[in-house]
């Protein structure tokens, strides 16, 4: 069983940011492409951003140039680092991998961008 969390979402100005991490059980980020999805009330998910496990990288055009995707497979973390936040940035973000066919998602962190 694949389990994943997600942490470092927060209430952030306008022009802030943060950094969300995606810890997993297991060493399994090494071998896996592993994707950020947000989702606003009322609005589906999305992928925000993905990195492969040879760590290639493919971004949402609205946070190209502001969002940054990485992994440490040392300790099966993978970030995403979040800069230059705008209001329409507010979302639960999840992190997701999809192991053999079946996708694991965690419990999602809240982001809101206000002031």
């Known amino acids: 069983q694949v389990q994943l969390v997600e942490s470092g979402g927060g209430l952030v100005q306008p022009g802030g940011s943060l950094r969300l991490s995606c810890a997993a059980s297991?060493?399994?980020?090494?071998?896996?492409?592993v994707g950020w999805y947000r989702q606003a009330p009322g609005k589906q998910r999305d992928l925000v951003a993905r990195?492969?496990?040879?760590?290639?990288?493919i971004y949402a055009d609205s946070v190209k140039g502001r969002f940054t995707i990485s992994r440490d497979n040392a300790k099966d973390t993978v970030y995403l680092q979040m800069n230059s936040l705008k209001p329409e940035d507010t979302a639960v973000y999840y992190c997701?991998?999809?192991?053999?066919?079946?996708?694991?998602w965690g419990q999602g962190t809240q982001v809101t961008v206000s002031s």
């Open positions: 997701s991998v999809q192991v053999f066919g079946t996708d694991y």
């Open positions: 297991g060493s399994i980020f090494s071998f896996y492409g």
């Open positions: 990195i492969t496990s040879g760590g290639s990288t």
